[in-house]
Structures are given as C-alpha cells and as structure tokens.
C-alpha cells in the first residue's frame, strides 16, 4: 500500500507539472507549435526554398547583370565570405558550360512561377495558422504569397547591405529598418487580417532573432560549406546551403509561433498597448490603421 500511495503521489505531482507547463508561455508555445505540425512544415518549406529560390537567384543575377561576370555563386560566395576551395565548389555548383548560349526557356519560366508560388503559398499557410486564421481566399492567397516573398527577399538584401556596410556598428540602423519591413511583411501574410497592435511584438522578436540568425550564418555557415565541400565535393556545397535553409526554416516557424503566443501575452497584460501609445507619439501614422 506504502509502494502504491507513493506512485499515485508521484503521478499526481507529473500531472500537476505537466498542467503547469501547459499554462505557461513556453508550454503554450510548445502546443501551438505541435498543433500546427511545425517540425514538418519547417522541413517542407526548407525544401521548396532550395527549389524555388536558388533557380531565382540564378535568373535574378543574370537579369541584374548585364556583362554576364557576376552570376549566383559570385554572390553567394561573397555573402558568406568564402574562400579556397569552398569558393571554387560553390562556382562549380552554379556554373554554365563555356559554350552555353540558351535563353530562359517558357517551360523553365513556367515550372520557375509554379516552384515560386508553391514556396509562397506554405510560407503564407505557415503564417495563417501560426496566428490561428483561416486560409485566405484564393485569389488573395496567391497575390499576397508572391507579394510576400519577392517582399521578404528585399528586406533581408537591404538588412544585409546594412550589416555589411556598417559592421557591428549597423545594429541600430538594422533594427530601426527591420521592425517596420517585418510588421508589413507580416500583414502581406496574414492578408491584412492582423492590426499593427497584434505584430509589433511578434515585429520587434523576428527582428532580433533574424539578426542573431544573420551573424550566426556569417559565422558558422562559411565554416559548414567549407567542410562539406573538402568530404563531398560540389554536391557537398548543397548539402550546405540545404542544411542552412533548414536552420532558416526553423528561425522562421519558430518566431511565427512564438510572436503569436508573445503578442497575445503582451496585450493580455496591457503592454502593447503602452508600446503603442509611444509608437503614436513618434509615428502617428503607424497607429491609425484599423482592423480590415
């Protein structure tokens, strides 16, 4: 009876925790996160990025450059700051045969549009139900997927820019650009069915964990390609670039779930609304705008 009595005690003080973590931020977090099947969409959207965006790149970068020197692995080398062998994997990956003279064919351009769009639309599903929505109507859906990402890929250039120019002395500036490009971004997404009260919490976590992620990759990722490319050669160069989209991925579901959960807690307890009335006083506009 001793034996028994004390596993039930046991068991009744698991439960007790267990109801306790549920209850809590991180415990909400954790149970949206598996709500929504994070881990998979996480992988899936890590996927369709390798396939969407790198081609992008490809046809961006010859679009961008006229005398054909400056191709992907020219920038791709430079943002993360390769050199050696890894730079000369990464040029072999992307590289075009001497005597290639083919356009951008109308199938190329049309599976190009379907990757793209298929990349857009998880991305925007992935946001619609990390704020608990409904999936937009289709139409809207599509438009504001591809505003979407073409939006996201020009903040994270001009972020970029910014950290590359400016150096560790660029935080500020970073900051002060990204909170504002990420509350727009995130309402692309969400096709306007969020108010800027709602995303400035989850604005200002992205913010910090984007630039956190962006000195990470500079550091690290350099390393990880390098490696990759004296075991596997250019193939090891993808396995690379793939397990950094991964990361991307994860930062990206990470941060929808976990500003969603933030925003309701800081409004639940008054402290948005103070970062509002501040906001108010130092860009009216912001605060103005309505639920649709």
């Known amino acids: 009876m001793g034996r028994r009595a004390s596993t039930e005690a046991w068991v009744g003080r698991a439960v007790a925790v267990k109801a306790w973590f549920d209850a809590s931020f991180p415990g909400r977090c954790v149970r949206h996160m598996y709500d929504m099947d994070g881990r998979n969409r996480a992988i899936t959207l890590s996927g369709q990025a390798f396939i969407a965006l790198i081609p992008l790149l490809v046809v961006g970068s010859s679009w961008l450059s006229s005398s054909g020197d400056q191709q992907v692995d020219d920038l791709l080398i430079d943002y993360f700051g390769l050199t050696g062998s890894a730079a000369e ?12 003279t083919g356009g951008f064919t109308l199938g190329s351009f049309v599976i190009l549009l379907l990757s793209i769009g298929s990349f857009s639309r998880t991305l925007q599903r992935m946001y619609e139900l990390a704020w608990s929505l ?13 505003l979407g990402v073409f939006f996201m890929l020009a903040m994270f250039v001009v972020v970029g820019w910014v950290g590359h120019l400016l150096g560790p002395a660029g935080v500020p500036v970073q900051v002060v650009i990204s909170v504002p490009l990420w ?10 069915r969020a108010t800027v009260e709602a995303l400035l919490p989850a604005a ?27 075991r596997y050669g250019v193939i090891g160069v993808a396995f690379a670039i793939v397990a950094w989209l991964v990361v991307v991925a994860y930062v990206l579901v990470g941060t929808a779930v976990v500003g969603y959960e933030l925003s309701v807690w800081m409004r639940g307890r008054g402290i948005t609304a103070t970062m509002m009335a501040w906001v108010g006083r130092v860009a009216p506009r912001l605060t103005r705008q309505e639920d649709p």
């Open 183 to 192: 509350m727009m971004l995130l309402r692309i997404e969400l096709a306007g």
């Open 204 to 230: 200002i976590l992205t913010t910090g964990v984007q630039l956190a992620a962006g000195w990470w990759t500079h550091l690290y990722v350099p390393h990880l390609i390098a490696i990759d490319a004296q």
């Open 134 to 146: 409904e999936a937009a109507p289709r139409v809207k859906a599509a438009s504001a997927g591809f």
């Open 89 to 100: 994997a990464m040029s072999l990956l992307f590289a075009s045969p001497p005597d290639a």
